[in-house]
């Protein structure tokens, strides 16, 4: 919602009529916080200035909801920080004052992290509050299932606004595939997408290892669908070819024209398995751009506008799966990082903190993350919209500890007192000696183990 000229005059005048007796405001914008420099209220004027600031704070809120980075190659996310820089004590005063977070907290997030060649990117309400190491790309390995599962995403959305491919994620994958895959196999016959897009196709688990192309394409059914959880990278392989089979571009093509490219990104990059891109673990990407995937999904699926992921597709990626609930684990592999079931956390291709098993209780039940070998995640949450990206070497750390205490030390950083969003832009009316700012700115080799 954005709140215009036109309204907030009218705003005004209704406020003017309201009071009886002399309102005088007077804003100084800096850094895009309004500091009132004199105010004198007598009467019913209390009322017309309680109406006034419900609606800038009605703005403000607005402002959060709908602010969009520029691309990358135009200046990208707007920023409190300097990369790999202490803020002043004056800066860190405006980061807590614009988006509740003790920088000095959250540098405790980068200094756990750094001893192991990392990256690490934290955006609060918008606003870039930490970034620390390389700002190049990650081989991002089982992300990369996340990034398939995105793509697919789109193409359901495309397709249910009346856009060729036609499919979905309660299709057969045998009808998206080559013929030789499963026109010959009743049981393969019987598989949907949606099972490979949550570990519980029933092909029998490679176990997050590096499949060969002959078990790519011969690996046999070992359960009936949705009955057994299994942790496998080729249903993200599967996944890529669907993706190339149907829309004639490879996965790296099709989600660089229809996703990275619209929200702003960087090309993503993969490295090709049986022909394919691999989306199962072969992804290539920098923070700043994977922060934006995470973002849009925060963001309802929108971007500035462009609807990339509409429901009910966008729920499918970013809550856990029902039908998961009375599905059996296979032994073999049946955790997420080694730690938590993985049917009671899995989403189509992404991972939910439902149970608080992903990123603990410190985030809360609606965030979403990817994750992938080395300890590489990406995790979002739209309630507290804060979002942070991990990527680098492989700590000698148990994953569950690692990240728990990462998790923890991010929102440990926000303020009991988090202020809301910072106000947007804003007109200026004359009548009552108000002014407030007009503007926003500051008034590798691949891995064999892609698990």
Same mark, same amino acid.
């Given at each position: 919602?954005?709140?215009?000229?036109?309204?907030?005059?009218?705003?005004?005048?209704?406020?003017?009529?309201?009071?009886?007796?002399?309102?005088?405001?007077?804003?100084?914008?800096?850094?895009?916080?309004?500091?009132? &420099?004199?105010?004198? /209220?007598? *009467? #019913?004027?209390?009322? %017309?200035?309680?109406?006034? @600031?419900?609606?800038? !704070?009605?703005?403000?809120?607005?402002?959060?909801?709908?602010?969009?980075?520029?691309?990358?190659?135009?200046?990208?996310?707007?920023?409190?920080?300097?990369?790999?820089?202490?803020?002043?004590?004056?800066?860190?005063?405006?980061?807590?004052?614009?988006?509740?977070?003790?920088?000095?907290?959250?540098?405790?997030?980068?200094?756990?992290?750094?001893?192991?060649?990392?990256?690490?990117?934290?955006? &609060?309400?918008?606003? /870039?509050? *930490? #970034?620390?190491?390389? %700002?190049?790309?990650?081989? @991002?390995?089982?992300? !990369?299932?996340?990034?398939?599962?995105?793509?697919?995403?789109?193409?359901?959305?495309?397709?249910?606004?009346?856009?060729?491919?036609?499919?979905?994620?309660?299709?057969?994958?045998?009808?998206?595939?080559?013929?030789?895959?499963?026109?010959?196999?009743?049981?393969?016959?019987?598989?949907?997408?949606?099972?490979?897009?949550?570990?519980?196709?029933?092909?029998?688990?490679?176990?997050?290892?590096?499949?060969?192309?002959?078990?790519?394409?011969?690996?046999?059914?070992?359960?009936?669908?949705?009955?057994?959880?299994?942790?496998?990278?080729?249903?993200?392989?599967?996944?890529?070819?669907?993706?190339?089979?149907?829309?004639?571009?490879?996965?790296?093509?099709?989600?660089?024209?229809?996703?990275?490219?619209?929200?702003?990104?960087?090309?993503?990059?993969?490295?090709?398995?049986?022909?394919?891109?691999?989306?199962?673990?072969?992804?290539?990407?920098?923070?700043?751009?994977?922060?934006?995937?995470?973002?849009?999904?925060?963001?309802?699926?929108?971007?500035?506008?462009?609807?990339?992921?509409?429901?009910?597709?966008?729920?499918?990626?970013?809550?856990?799966?029902?039908?998961?609930?009375?599905?059996?684990?296979?032994?073999?592999?049946?955790?997420?990082?080694?730690?938590?079931?993985?049917?009671?956390?899995?989403?189509?291709?992404?991972?939910?903190?439902?149970?608080?098993?992903?990123?603990?209780?410190?985030?809360?039940?609606?965030?979403?993350?990817?994750?992938?070998?080395?300890?590489?995640?990406?995790?979002?949450?739209?309630?507290?919209?804060?979002?942070?990206?991990?990527?680098?070497?492989?700590?000698?750390?148990?994953?569950?500890?690692?990240?728990?205490?990462?998790?923890?030390?991010?929102?440990?950083?926000?303020?009991?007192?988090?202020?809301?969003?910072?106000?947007?832009?804003?007109?200026?009316?004359?009548?009552?000696?108000?002014?407030?700012?007009?503007?926003?700115?500051?008034?590798?080799?691949?891995?064999?183990?892609?698990?």
């Amino acid at each position: 919602m954005l709140v215009s000229k036109q309204l907030t005059d009218t705003l005004l005048d209704k406020a003017r009529i309201i009071t009886k007796e002399s309102l005088e405001i007077r804003y100084e914008c800096r850094h895009t916080i309004c500091i009132s &420099r004199m105010l004198k /209220v007598s *009467g #019913n004027g209390v009322i %017309a200035l309680y109406i006034f @600031l419900s609606f800038v !704070s009605i703005a403000r809120y607005a402002q959060a909801a709908t602010y969009y980075p520029p691309s990358e190659a135009q200046g990208g996310w707007r920023s409190l920080v300097t990369p790999n820089t202490n803020p002043s004590a004056t800066e860190k005063q405006q980061i807590l004052a614009i988006t509740g977070v003790d920088w000095d907290k959250l540098k405790l997030a980068w200094n756990y992290v750094a001893p192991h060649t990392s990256a690490l990117f934290v955006v &609060r309400n918008g606003w /870039v509050v *930490g #970034n620390w190491g390389s %700002a190049g790309g990650f081989y @991002l390995n089982s992300i !990369s299932k996340s990034i398939t599962g995105a793509a697919l995403a789109s193409m359901f959305t495309q397709s249910a606004a009346g856009t060729d491919p036609i499919i979905g994620p309660d299709d057969f994958v045998y009808q998206h595939l080559p013929s030789s895959w499963g026109d010959a196999n009743p049981a393969r016959q019987a598989i949907q997408i949606k099972h490979l897009m949550t570990h519980s196709s029933g092909l029998l688990t490679d176990q997050g290892v590096g499949p060969s192309c002959d078990y790519f394409t011969q690996q046999p059914v070992v359960a009936p669908p949705g009955t057994l959880w299994a942790y496998s990278n080729s249903n993200a392989l599967l996944e890529s070819t669907i993706v190339h089979w149907k829309s004639g571009l490879s996965l790296k093509d099709y989600f660089n024209q229809q996703i990275a490219g619209p929200i702003g990104a960087q090309p993503v990059d993969f490295i090709e398995d049986c022909g394919e891109s691999g989306g199962q673990g072969g992804g290539y990407w920098g923070a700043q751009s994977l922060a934006r995937l995470s973002y849009l999904l925060m963001k309802e699926g929108n971007w500035n506008g462009n609807q990339i992921i509409s429901e009910p597709f966008l729920s499918q990626l970013t809550n856990w799966a029902p039908f998961l609930a009375n599905a059996a684990s296979d032994p073999l592999s049946a955790t997420y990082s080694d730690f938590a079931q993985g049917k009671d956390v899995s989403t189509y291709s992404w991972w939910s903190n439902l149970t608080g098993e992903v990123q603990g209780t410190t985030w809360p039940s609606d965030t979403l993350c990817a994750s992938g070998a080395a300890k590489e995640i990406v995790c979002a949450s739209p309630s507290l919209d804060l979002l942070y990206v991990r990527l680098g070497e492989d700590p000698p750390i148990a994953p569950q500890e690692f990240f728990m205490t990462l998790a923890a030390s991010i929102t440990n950083s926000i303020s009991a007192s988090s202020p809301p969003p910072p106000p947007p832009p804003a007109p200026t009316s004359t009548d009552l000696g108000i002014t407030l700012d007009n503007g926003d700115g500051i008034c590798s080799a691949p891995r064999a183990n892609w698990f």
